[in-house]
T-cell receptor, first 109, second 118 residues
């Protein structure tokens, strides 16, 4: 089992709708979780970090964490064409960031 | 703040040559830097952890004699791909941890270096 698993997509969402991205992880002792956005040909940029069960909101983004289910998600409200990118889920393991393969998100104008 | 630069941004070289990539933290000191490699449509794979003043720690499966890492100062780490071959063509990305921060969870990423080996 891979350490961080994501559906590779592409996920197509109409502009203005909610995009929902999901991620599962295998190491139960992981305590820190991250969502990065990566545009084609660019390096990743941090969108959200979450450490506690529940929801964490930042603008149009909401991260959700369920440690019992080993599940992390990212919701993007009012999706914009500029949100089209690959979203990488990541976990901290021994002070190293381990990335999932990423989900390609395509916002349809 | 927290800007990381990489040089060069892209490089094309012949098979068998060595290529050096620099990673610099511009406005903070980084005791730890990380080197990642990303193949097309794949995730970032951690290659090694670069520690200032000591040897790098390589991930399983990464050849330390092929990917030489030097972290001689608190703002500079270098990755040298020795005797590069076409299969080494990839997107190399570094990240740095700010020495002032207690944990290493926040990493600042460089813009990446695209390597093409002919």
């Amino acid at each position: 089992q891979k350490e961080v698993e994501q559906n590779s997509g592409p996920l197509s969402v109409p502009e203005g709708a909610i995009a929902s991205l999901n991620c599962t992880y295998s190491d139960r002792v992981s305590q820190s979780f991250f969502w990065y956005r990566q545009y084609s040909g660019k390096s990743p940029e941090l969108i959200m970090s979450i450490y506690s069960n529940g929801d964490k909101e930042d603008g149009r983004f909401t991260a959700q964490l369920n440690k019992a289910s080993q599940y992390v998600s990212l919701l993007i409200r009012d999706s914009q064409p500029s949100d089209s990118a690959t979203y990488l889920c990541a976990v901290n393991r021994d002070d190293k960031i381990i990335f999932g393969k990423g989900t390609r998100l395509h916002i349809l104008p | 703040g927290a800007v990381v630069s990489q040089h060069p941004s892209w490089v094309i070289c012949k098979s068998g040559t060595s290529v050096k990539i620099e990673c610099r933290s511009l406005d903070f000191q980084a005791t730890t830097m990380f080197w990642y490699r990303q193949f097309p449509k794949q995730s970032l794979m951690l290659m090694a952890t670069s520690n200032e003043g000591s040897k790098a720690t390589y991930e399983q499966g990464v050849e330390k004699d092929k990917f030489l890492i030097n972290h001689a100062s608190l703002t500079l780490s270098t990755l040298t791909v020795t005797s590069a071959h076409p299969e080494d063509s990839s997107f190399y990305i570094c990240s740095a941890h700010d020495a002032r921060e207690v944990t290493q969870e926040t990493q600042y990423f460089g813009p990446g270096t695209r390597l093409l080996v002919l």
